[in-house]
Structures are given as C-alpha cells and as structure tokens.
C-alpha cells in the first residue's frame, strides 16, 4: 500500500491550522469576508508561479485536460466558495461552536459523495472508522456537551453548517475527480494543475463579486499585503498538500485524517497555551485518533 498520502495529509493540516490562525488575526484589520479573500489572493500567484517553474524549465510535461475536467473543477471551485460563504453565514448568527461543529459532519458526507460520485467506498470497518471520527470531533469541538448539540440540530447556525460540510465535500470529491481525469502523469503534476485551475477560478470568481458589491474589500485586501503574504504561503502550502493527498487517495480518507487537526489544536492549546481541559475532551480526541488509525488502516 502506497503510504505516502499520510505524511502529506498530516503537513496539510498543520498548514490549515497554521493558515488559519494567521488568518484569524487578519480579522483586527479585515472584514471577515476579505480575511477569506486573501487565502485566494495571495496563494493564486505563487501557485502560478510554481506552475509556469515545473512546466517550463523544470520541464515536466503538461497533462492534457478533456472536457469533463474543466467542469468538476470549476463545480468544485464553485462548491468551496459557496461552503466558506455559508460557514460565515453561521459565524454571522453568532454560533460560531454550533456552525464549526455541524460544519465537521463533512466526513461522512465526503465518503457518500465520494461512493456515489466516483465509485470508491469505503469498507465497512471505514464506515464505522469515520463515523467514530465524526463523533470525536463534535464532541470535541463542542466541548464536550454533545447532548446539548444534538438538542440544537434544526437551528440555523447548525443548519449553515451543514451546508457548508456538503460543499466541501463536493469540493474535495471534485479536486479528486478533476485530478483523475487528467492524462497519465505524476500525482503531484495532476494535482498543482488542478489546484492552479481551480484557485485561479476562485480568485477571480471571488473578485468580480467584490468589484460588483464592495471594492472597498479588494482595496484592504491589497492593503494588508504584509501580514496576508503569510497567510497566502500558508494557504498555498496546505492546498497542495490536499490536492496532492487527494490525487493519492481516496479523498475520504484523506479528510478523515486530516481531522487530527482538531487534536493539534487541542493539543497545542494544552502544552503551549496551557489552556485546561476536561475528561470529555480528553475522551473526544481519542475518539478521533481512533477513528483516523480505523479509517487509515481498514478503511
């Protein structure tokens, strides 16, 4: 079995983490939505720029991409744009627990569209391994008081957050399916043209819609250039982790192993911020470490 998508997977999440508390902290001077836009901004040149590298003088060859390609990417593109839209529509409702929480479910959602979309289910052992992840990490992103979760599944904030999980399904499904569709080349070539398409999609798309409704956020976008470099460069890193991880792998697999990324922040929360935790969370991310190995490993 080609391991190689694991190590990948778990830098990817770490760059997510990092990416987004880099991002949190453009939110003192940003809009929540032109925090969102620069992580399209500023990861778009350099992902070009590494594109142009590996198919000019590196001189690697250019997959050649049929029709059906240019359409799941952009769905796909089109899918995680609106899947942050409506996360921040839960933000916006002032739950951001709840909207974070429901959001999470996308585990089970990727391996359903995943299944049906392009034929690669899980096992059953990897059905009930995902499912165990999806209890661990709503247990633990709601710190522990799953009952009262559960009590809260018909409000909006949750309601949004859902939504957003079944986009980014789609999302992930779609960088998969693009990748796949590509001629015969390495993983890695498939999926930096991929993630090139698709976040060139983005930003544009992303843009003509600020131009329309709010120049006044491209223009603090552009103003913020120092402390947004950063959250570009993380943000591209993290991309290609993902996109590449899913060019490897199943991509429910790859995202049920990349929740671990709740239990480095849990973790990182308790050895470097030493912040206190109680028995259910220490129970939760077992859960979800115990669900990742299921769904890694016999999934």
Not at 241 to 263: C, F, H, P, S, Y
Request: aromatic fraction near 10%; charged fraction near 10%; hydrophobic fraction near 55%.
């Amino acid at each position: 079995m080609d391991t190689l998508w694991i190590p990948i997977t778990l830098a990817a999440a770490t760059f997510q983490v990092l990416r987004t508390s880099r991002q949190h902290q453009l939110r003192s001077v940003l809009s929540t939505t032109a925090a969102g836009f620069v992580r399209y901004l500023y990861a778009t040149p350099l992902v070009i720029g590494m594109a142009v590298l590996l198919f000019g003088p590196l001189g690697h060859q250019l997959p050649a991409a049929p029709r059906r390609f240019w359409l799941i990417i952009t769905a796909a593109g089109l899918a995680q744009i609106f899947g942050t839209v409506a996360l921040l529509t839960a933000f916006k409702l002032r739950d951001f627990s709840i909207g974070t929480v429901y959001a999470k479910s996308e585990v089970l959602l990727i391996a359903l569209v995943s299944a049906f979309g392009l034929g690669e289910p899980l096992t059953a052992i990897g059905w009930a391994g995902a499912g165990i992840v999806t209890v661990g990490v709503a247990w633990l992103a709601s710190r522990g008081s799953l009952v009262a979760l559960l009590r809260r599944a018909g409000d909006r904030a949750a309601l949004a957050g859902i939504a957003a999980a079944g986009s980014f399904a789609v999302a992930a499904v779609g960088i998969r399916g693009a990748a796949l569709s590509l001629s015969t080349a390495p993983a890695f070539d498939r999926a930096l043209v991929t993630l090139t398409v698709m976040l060139t999609i983005q930003t544009l798309g992303n843009g003509v819609y600020f131009a329309i409704t709010d120049r006044r956020e491209i223009t603090a976008a552009l103003a913020a250039w120092r402390d947004a470099i950063p959250v570009g460069v993380l943000s591209l890193l993290g991309s290609i982790g993902w996109a590449w991880a899913v060019t490897l792998e199943n991509a429910a697999k790859v995202r049920t192993l990349g929740q671990v990324e709740l239990v480095i922040v849990f973790l990182i929360g308790k050895f470097w911020l030493h912040e206190r935790h109680n028995t259910s969370e220490y129970l939760a991310s077992a859960l979800v470490l115990i669900g990742v190995t299921v769904v890694t490993m016999f999934g």
